[in-house]
Structures are given as structure tokens and as C-alpha cells.
């Protein structure tokens, strides 16, 4: 499901008069965004994995699209978790030796088509803040789902409108007409010209030549809206119809 709204997300375009004005130099896109857009922000801990196992300080910033990591201090992105590609995100609790605190570790675990590829995060809080950064990963997560879920009910919507409408204009008496007498304009000049047989290069094959690419043309523009306008249900009532 995932992997299904993530396929979908929809990609937002700038304005063409304002696009130098906010594209964001390639620095730029490496930086942490602005403060106003922040859910969430704090220290944590990553966990690496080596000979040893060590945890090297973050920080971290919530938007409602996306969790980002950098060092302290610093607002260069060194990790980037988009929140619809966490696929999951885990608990695991881990006893230090050196205290008798136990501390909780946060696992996200992303979509393998995802731009990490895979890759397991895990990170820590202290205990004070854990449960505040698990609730706040996970109410961010959940309302970019929704928001992504309700784009494409509201996009699946608007086409199933423009399908009714073009449906109806297709199927108008106008329409109906306008096609069977192109087909019965199209069938008189292969008539003509199998009668005539016209010699290549004369004006007369020429002509024929213009008006078989003309209907041709006009043929493929009935047939694409014909097949839109029943599409709905994998092209059934296409499908179903002997006239087509």
C-alpha cells in the first residue's frame, strides 16, 4: 500500500514567472529547510554498526514530509527519511552495560524503491523524549498516508468526471454523425480511387494521398477518445461493444 501512494505521490510545479526567484540552488536542497516548517526538533542518537557498536549524535528535524538528520550544529542533511517511504517503524529495547537504564531504540525501515534503498534507520532518544519523538514520526507518517491517499481518491475522481463528460459528447448525435459520415466519406474516395488509379506523382495521387492521411488522422483521434470514454472497468464496455 506503501510502495501504491508512493508511486502515486504527486509532483507539485512552481509558477514559470516565479521559478528563479524559489529554485533553491543545489546547496540549498543539501541544507535543513526553513524553521516554520518544523514539526519536530531535537538530538538523537544513530546507531553504527562496525567492529563495535557506537552511536554518533543527530540532529534531527520533523517536517510533515520528511525526517532529516545532520550533526550537531549544523544544518547540512546527511540522512533524508521521506515519512511515506518508512514502511515500518520498530521498537527494540537495549540494556547499556555501563547503566542500569534501559534505553529504547527507534528502527524505520524504508521502502526498498524508495531513495535509501532499503536501509534499516535506527536511532535513540533519551528517555525523557522517547516516547514524544516515536509519537511525532508516527502522527506525521500517518497524516502524510492520508494526505497522499485522499490526492489520488480526489484525482481518480476528477478522471472519472472528465471520462462521463467526454463519454456524453462522444456519444452526442452531432458526434455519431460527424464519424459515419467521415467512414462514408472515406469509402467513396477508395472507391474513387480504386476506379481512377491514379499514376504516381500526378495531382490526382497526390490528392488521394492528402485524404487518405486526413482520415487516417481523424479515424486514430475517434478511436483514442472511444477507448477513454470506456475505459472505466479495464475497457469492458469497449470490449463488449461489436461496433468497435
Do not use: C
Not at 43 to 70: H, Q, Y
Not at 196 to 220: C, H, R, S, V
Request: aromatic letters at 10%; proline letters at 2%.
Amino acid at each position: 500500500m506503501v510502495a501504491a501512494i508512493a508511486a502515486a505521490a504527486a509532483v507539485v510545479h512552481a509558477a514559470h514567472a516565479v521559478i528563479d526567484v524559489k529554485e533553491a540552488s543545489i546547496s540549498d536542497k543539501l541544507l535543513l529547510p526553513d524553521e516554520s516548517l518544523w514539526i519536530k526538533e531535537g538530538l538523537l542518537e544513530k546507531k553504527r554498526v562496525g567492529a563495535t557498536i557506537s552511536w554518533n549524535p543527530r540532529r534531527a528535524v520533523l517536517t510533515k514530509d520528511t525526517l532529516f538528520f545532520a550533526k550537531p550544529d549544523t544544518k547540512n542533511i546527511i540522512d533524508e527519511l521521506p515519512l511515506d517511504q518508512i514502511v515500518n517503524i520498530l521498537e527494540q529495547f537495549n540494556q547499556e552495560d555501563s547503566k542500569e537504564e534501559v534505553r529504547r531504540e527507534i528502527i524505520f525501515e524504508t521502502s526498498a524503491e524508495g531513495i535509501n534503498a532499503g536501509r534499516a534507520f535506527t536511532y535513540r532518544a533519551e528517555s525523557h523524549e522517547h516516547k514524544d519523538w516515536l509519537s511525532a514520526v508516527q502522527n506525521a507518517r500517518h497524516e502524510k498516508l492520508e494526505a497522499i491517499e485522499f490526492a489520488i481518491i480526489l484525482e481518480s475522481g476528477k478522471l472519472r468526471q472528465i471520462r462521463a463528460r467526454v463519454k456524453v459528447m462522444y456519444e452526442s448525435y452531432f458526434v455519431q454523425i460527424t464519424v459515419a459520415a467521415l467512414i462514408f466519406i472515406s469509402f467513396g474516395t477508395d472507391l474513387a480511387q480504386a476506379e481512377l488509379l491514379p499514376e504516381d506523382g500526378t495531382k490526382a495521387q497526390e490528392n488521394f494521398f492528402k485524404l487518405d492521411i486526413f482520415f487516417t488522422a481523424m479515424f486514430t483521434i475517434e478511436l483514442i477518445i472511444n477507448l477513454f470514454a470506456k475505459s472505466q472497468d479495464a475497457f469492458a464496455e469497449f470490449v463488449s461493444d461489436g461496433w468497435n
